[in-house]
């Protein structure tokens, strides 16, 4: 199972990025993950961001996001996105997609994508 993150950029504060993240694997049942996004800043451990439930019913969010990032997937294409608003420099990270079957992703997930870098000037 691969999980390939892209989006990642420059950007200045206050603006959008939108993160993807594809999935690939040919035993891959993509549609039995719950998928999540978390990021990791120097220094600093890596932490959630946003998660959505293998049905797609359910959303979470850090608090530090809430109302500005927004997740969702395409069990058709296999993909995971992550649409950030209102960027604030405080969200320049490393931002990493992660995959768990089944129950709610964690910071120990079933998988790891291999990141992609978010840079927010101000």
């Known amino acids: 199972v691969q999980l390939q993150a892209s989006g990642g950029g420059l950007v200045q504060a206050g603006g959008s990025l939108r993160l993807s993240c594809a999935a690939s694997?040919?035993?891959?049942?993509?549609?039995?993950?719950?998928l999540g996004w978390f990021r990791q800043a120097p220094g600093k451990e890596r932490e959630f961001v946003a998660r959505i439930s293998w049905t797609g019913g359910s959303t979470d969010y850090a608090d530090s996001v809430k109302g500005r990032f927004t997740i969702s997937r395409d069990n058709a294409k296999k993909m995971v996105y992550l649409q950030m608003n209102s960027l604030r420099p405080e969200d320049t990270a490393v931002y990493y997609c992660?995959?768990?079957?089944?129950?709610?992703?964690?910071?120990?997930?079933?998988?790891w994508g291999q990141g992609t870098q978010v840079t927010v000037s101000s």
């Open positions: 992660a995959a768990t079957y089944g129950g709610a992703v964690t910071i120990k997930p079933d998988y």
């Open positions: 694997g040919r035993t891959f049942s993509f549609s039995r993950y719950a």
